[in-house]
C-alpha cells in the first residue's frame, strides 16, 4: 500500500471512532460557516488529544509535518465525514502570526491555549466607518503609563459572544498615511468596559457581533509585532484568512448534490440531474472547482515554502465564494418548495425533530442565505479584483 493510502487509511480509521453520530449529524446540519462553540470544541479538543488540530503549523509549536497531500487528503476525509467546520479564527489565523511576529514569552502565553481550545478568538478587524477601507479604521487605544486605554467599536465580530480572546487592530497614531498609526493588540474579552452585542443575520443565525469599548485598560504586553505597525501583521494574516481551501469541501457539496438530484424527478419526466440546463450548470460547477483545486494547490505550496502570496489569495477568495454560492444556488434549485419552510428546531444541535422534506435539503436555504456573506467578508470580492487589477494587470 503506498504512503498516501496507508495515511488515507489511518485517518479515515480514526474518524470512524472519534467523530460521534452526534459530531457527524451537527456537521451535517451546520448552516452558518462554521459549527457553534459547544459543537466545535467537542471536536477541537478531540483532534487536538490526536495531535491534529493545527497540523500546518511548524512542527516545533505542535504541527504534524504532514506533506501538501496529506494535508490535502485530511480535509477531504474530514469533509467526507461530515465533521463539524472549525473557526479559524485561532488555529489559522492569529496562530500563525503569533509564531510569525510573537516574542518567545507571547508563543508560551498563546500558542499551547490555541491548540488545546482553552482560548477562543475573535477577529477585530472591522468597524462601523472601516471594512473595504480597513486602513481607515478609528478604534483608539491610547498609553497610559504600562496600559493602553481602548475606546470605540468594532462589528461583524464573527462569534465574539463565544469567545474569551479578541486581536484587534487599533490607531494609536493618526499623524501619518492612515495605514501608519496601526497597531495589533491581543487581549481578554472579559476586560471591563467591553460590550458585545448581537447581531442577528438574515438567515436566523446568531453569528455576527459589534463590540464595543469604553475605556478599556489592557496591558502594554498585548502589543503583537510593533506599535505603530499593526498594517504588516494584519496584512499577514488576511493572506491566511483569504487562502484557499474551498475546493475539497464543494467537491463533497457538489457529490453530494450529484446523488441527490439523480433521484430527484425534474417534473418533466427526468431526474433532475438528467434535465438537459440542470446537468449542465452541474458539470460546469464541477469544471470550476477542478481549476480552483489546481490554483488552490499553487497556493499551499507558495504558502509552505514561507513565500508571500499576494494577489494569488485574492484570486481564490473571489472563485472559491463564487462557487461556494454558485452550489448553495444549485442546492436550492434541487429543494424547490421544500427550501422554503424555515425550520430551526430541526436544525438545532441534538434535536429529535424531523425535516419537512428530504433530510438532505434541511440546510438548503439556511447556507444559501448565509452564503450570501461570503463574497463580503474576508474583504469583499469588488475590493479583490482591485487588488489584482494592481497586482497583476498593473492597472
Ligand atoms: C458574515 C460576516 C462575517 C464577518 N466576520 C468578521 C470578523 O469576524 N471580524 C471582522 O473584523 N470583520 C468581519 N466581517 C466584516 C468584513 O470584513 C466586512 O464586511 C468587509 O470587509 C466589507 O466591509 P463593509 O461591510 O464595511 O462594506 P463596505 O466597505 O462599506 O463596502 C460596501 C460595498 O461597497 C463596495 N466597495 C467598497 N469600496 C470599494 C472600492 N474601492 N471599489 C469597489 N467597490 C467598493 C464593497 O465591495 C461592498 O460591496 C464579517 C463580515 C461578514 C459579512
Redesign the pocket.
Known amino acids: 500500500m503506498s504512503d498516501l493510502k496507508q495515511f488515507t487509511e489511518e485517518v479515515r480509521e480514526f474518524l470512524k471512532d472519534a467523530l460521534t453520530p452526534e459530531l457527524r449529524r451537527a456537521g451535517q446540519l451546520c448552516a452558518g460557516?462554521y459549527a457553534d462553540k459547544p459543537v466545535a470544541l467537542e471536536w477541537h479538543q478531540i483532534l487536538y488529544k490526536q495531535g491534529w488540530i493545527t497540523p500546518t503549523w511548524p512542527l516545533e509549536y505542535g504541527g504534524t509535518g504532514w506533506s501538501l497531500e496529506q494535508l490535502g487528503i485530511f480535509e477531504r476525509e474530514l469533509t467526507l465525514a461530515s465533521a463539524p467546520p472549525l473557526t479559524p479564527n485561532a488555529t489559522r489565523m492569529v496562530g500563525p502570526v503569533v509564531i510569525a511576529f510573537g516574542t518567545d514569552e507571547q508563543k508560551e502565553q498563546y500558542l499551547p491555549r490555541i491548540r488545546s481550545g482553552e482560548d477562543w478568538w475573535?477577529?477585530?478587524?472591522?468597524e462601523p466607518g472601516a471594512?473595504?477601507?480597513l486602513a481607515s479604521l478609528q478604534c483608539k487605544a491610547e498609553r497610559d503609563g504600562d496600559h493602553y486605554v481602548i475606546n470605540g467599536s468594532?462589528i461583524?465580530?464573527?462569534h465574539a459572544h463565544f469567545s474569551n480572546k479578541i486581536f484587534c487592530l487599533v490607531r494609536t497614531d493618526n499623524s501619518g498615511k492612515p495605514q501608519q498609526g496601526i497597531t495589533f493588540l491581543l487581549f481578554d474579552l472579559d476586560t471591563p468596559g467591553i460590550d458585545i452585542q448581537p447581531l442577528i443575520s438574515i438567515s436566523g443565525d446568531h453569528?455576527?457581533n459589534q463590540v464595543f469599548f469604553d475605556n478599556v485598560r489592557v496591558p502594554i504586553s498585548s502589543l503583537l509585532g510593533e506599535e505603530n505597525d499593526g498594517w504588516t501583521v494584519a496584512k499577514y494574516l488576511l493572506q491566511h484568512e483569504r487562502g484557499g481551501r474551498y475546493a475539497t469541501r464543494l467537491g463533497v457539496k457538489l457529490d453530494q448534490l450529484k446523488t441527490f438530484t439523480a433521484q430527484e424527478p425534474d417534473g418533466q419526466g427526468v431526474a433532475l440531474a438528467q434535465n438537459t440546463d440542470y446537468a449542465r450548470k452541474l458539470a460546469q460547477a464541477g469544471i470550476q472547482l477542478e481549476v480552483l483545486g489546481a490554483f488552490e494547490q499553487k497556493l499551499f505550496s507558495a504558502l509552505s515554502a514561507g513565500e508571500t502570496t499576494g494577489s494569488l489569495s485574492s484570486m481564490l477568495k473571489v472563485r472559491g465564494t463564487e462557487l461556494r454560492q454558485l452550489v448553495t444556488e444549485l442546492t436550492i434549485e434541487a429543494a424547490a418548495y421544500y427550501g422554503l419552510p424555515y425550520q430551526p428546531e430541526a436544525l438545532a444541535y441534538g434535536s429529535n425533530v424531523s425535516a419537512i422534506g428530504p433530510d438532505d435539503m434541511l440546510t438548503a436555504m439556511p447556507q444559501y442565505l448565509n452564503d450570501r456573506?461570503a463574497s463580503?467578508?474576508?474583504?469583499?470580492n469588488?475590493?479583490q479584483r482591485?487588488i489584482m487589477a494592481k497586482a497583476v494587470l498593473g492597472l
Open positions: 460557516i475573535a477577529q477585530g478587524y472591522s471594512g473595504s477601507d468594532k461583524w465580530t464573527t453569528e455576527l456573506a463580503i467578508y474576508a474583504g469583499s469588488e475590493i482591485n
